[in-house]
């Protein structure tokens, strides 16, 4: 088969940067052990209050862990809870979240932390806030008449 | 009366008259646009938290 030279050149060139990139995907799927928010993990949505972690939402401090803090965030038409929670600066923290109802989003406004919490189901975050300041917890899944009201705050502060 | 033509080994001169330089580089040009916004989007995640 003829094949032009320049063809070669740029079937070449995009063969090699697909394979780039799915090397990228690869290495952080299964060397750095990257997974989607909702990773398998379940609860039953009407014990959700019942059930540790969430039956007592917030941060607490862990030990012995890869993450120093655990951040347990309970969604509901149109509250999260809790609605206001401090960081310590450099901390890193697990997020744990779910929803008692319909599907919520979770989403840290200008971080990457942007996770979907659907009823039956845990979404889970590990992160380290290295920058200070106050951040916006938006629900971005459209959940009901009071949707645009559904919004928390995270405050990193110097410790 | 016309005859058919049934002569099937026929060779036609295919001649690369045609000069690939612009398809070259206008790939080229999508490719590297493609780089960049990737590697720009990834840079982005990885100086946020």
New interface residues.
């Given amino acids: 088969m003829?094949m032009?030279k320049?063809?070669k050149?740029?079937l070449i060139?995009?063969v090699g940067?697909l394979l780039v990139?799915l090397t990228?995907l690869g290495v952080s799927a299964f060397y750095l052990g990257n997974q989607p928010p909702s990773c398998l993990a379940t609860i039953d949505p009407e014990k959700v209050e019942t059930q540790a972690p969430f039956n007592e939402p917030g941060l607490k401090k862990v030990e012995g862990k890869a993450w120093d803090y655990e951040l347990v965030f309970v969604a509901q038409a149109f509250n999260y809870n809790p609605g206001d929670v401090e960081i310590p600066f450099g901390a890193t923290v697990k997020i744990i979240a779910t929803t008692k109802d319909v599907i919520h989003g979770f989403e840290v406004a200008?971080?990457?932390?942007n996770m979907m919490l659907e009823p039956g189901y845990i979404s889970e975050h590990i992160?380290?806030?290295?920058?200070t300041g106050e951040y916006l917890i938006l629900c971005n899944e459209y959940c009901g008449a009071g949707h645009h009201l559904m919004t928390s705050k995270i405050e990193v502060v110097e410790s | 009366m016309a005859k058919t033509e049934l002569r099937k080994n026929v060779k036609t001169e295919?001649e690369?008259r045609s000069s690939?330089?612009g398809?070259?580089a206008s790939?080229?040009l999508l490719?590297f646009f493609?780089?960049v916004s990737?590697v720009g989007v990834?840079f982005l995640?990885l100086d946020?938290?």
């Fill in positions: 003829h032009h320049f063809e050149v740029w060139f995009g940067t990139f990228v200008g971080t990457n932390i992160t380290t806030f290295d920058k | 295919v690369d690939l330089k398809t070259l790939v080229f490719g493609l780089i990737w990834f995640f946020r938290f």
